[in-house]
């Protein structure tokens, strides 16, 4: 890839800052160190949140890239900063979960920690103003967001990421409990976009249960620059010799 330059910047989310560069297909990603839970409502920032999971997102898109998954996915910047391909996001936030929690133990009747028999999947409209609706086809395809078929192969896609995910993290001690994925379209095709970080997933450790992911800064649990290193060094090892 020829050098890229950061140009102006395209948007900026809670967590992640996207910026144009001289390539019309390239995107950066910057990774912050800010932090928002609850619709944005609860705010923070913690010291190398961005970095780590700048790097977790790195190592696990490159498993998944291995494994035949397409991504968006180029490389990286620098330690922070994620090369990606220019997509359109779908407007849906697609949510396989293992074991119950979070706001399925709040709108359903699972208590927290039942395994689910086989994987559900949620998908919520991907909208702050309308507090992420959940979705089911119908709802989709009537405003808009994706087509039937689209919304039957992101489905198919977030089952085999959470085969893939489950299987690599169980070696690492980490049990994935729920994550939050997001697509794109690009060439007629779909694509992996966002990111997979501490943010975007609920990691329990499976020996004790201990939450290793934003759920320490949403519940104030404890430590989350810790937390996320914990998390990091099982990952990524790589970046600690
Ligand atoms: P939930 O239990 O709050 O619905 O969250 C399910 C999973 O999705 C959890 O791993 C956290 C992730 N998530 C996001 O990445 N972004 C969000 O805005 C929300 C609400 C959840
Ligand atoms: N990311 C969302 C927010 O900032 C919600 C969450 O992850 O809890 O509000």
Redesign the pocket.
Known sequence: MPEIEIKDELYSGKAKTIYNTNDPDVMVSHFRDSLTAF?GKKKSEAEKKGYYNAQISKKLFEMLEDAGIKTHYLGMLDDERMLVQRVEIILI?V?P?NIA????TRKYPFEEGFRFKEPVV?M?YKSDEHG?PMLNDDIAVALGVATREEIAKVKELALKINELLTTYLEKQGLLL????LEFGRRNGEIVLADEISC????FWDAGTGESL??DVFRFDKGDVTGTYEKVARRIVPEIFE
Do not use: L, N, P
Request: with cysteine.
């Open positions: 619709d936030e949510i979960r929690a979070g706001s399925i949620v919520d992420d409990v729920d994550f939050k943010d975007t997933c609920r992911d934003k």
